[in-house]
């Protein structure tokens, strides 16, 4: 990888964690699903090729900045889905309560 190619990874990351928040605010959690294996993609390609690169100074501000967009955006999308996981674990821990009584008492 040159140092372009992993600016434009970065970059191209900052752009799906900002689709990301905007999925997570529409509640698609398909869309998030779909954008999130794109942004491990972009990961995957720069794992074993970024330690070679060597970034001047502004490239690296550059690249600081976008890592502080992906991690602005992470925060973000995580406050959008923990009430809506919340939600989720509550309903499934009820199921499960409503099974064991079912299993225990029979149904009604």
Same mark, same amino acid.
Request: a negative charge; proline letters at 1%; glycine letters at 4%.
């Given at each position: 990888?040159?140092?372009?190619?992993?600016?434009?990874?970065?970059?191209? !990351?900052?752009?799906?964690?900002? #689709? !990301?928040?905007?999925?997570?605010?529409?509640?698609?959690?398909?869309?998030?699903?779909?954008?999130?294996?794109?942004?491990? =993609?972009?990961?995957?390609?720069?794992?074993?090729?970024?330690?070679?690169?060597?970034? %001047?100074?502004? =490239?690296?501000?550059? #690249?600081? %900045?976008?890592? #502080?967009?992906?991690? %602005?955006?992470?925060?973000?999308?995580? %406050?959008?889905? !923990?009430?809506? !996981?919340?939600?989720?674990? #509550?309903?499934?821990?009820?199921?499960?309560?409503?099974?064991?009584?079912?299993?225990?008492?029979?149904?009604?």
């Amino acid at each position: 990888m040159t140092n372009v190619e992993v600016l434009r990874a970065y970059a191209a !990351m900052a752009a799906l964690s900002h #689709k !990301m928040v905007a999925a997570a605010a529409a509640a698609d959690w398909d869309g998030l699903e779909a954008l999130e294996a794109q942004v491990a =993609e972009q990961v995957a390609a720069l794992r074993g090729n970024e330690a070679r690169v060597v970034l %001047d100074a502004g =490239e690296r501000q550059q #690249k600081l %900045d976008l890592i #502080k967009q992906i991690l %602005d955006d992470d925060r973000q999308v995580r %406050d959008l889905t !923990m009430p809506w !996981m919340a939600q989720l674990s #509550k309903l499934i821990n009820n199921t499960g309560t409503e099974r064991r009584l079912a299993a225990a008492y029979g149904a009604v």
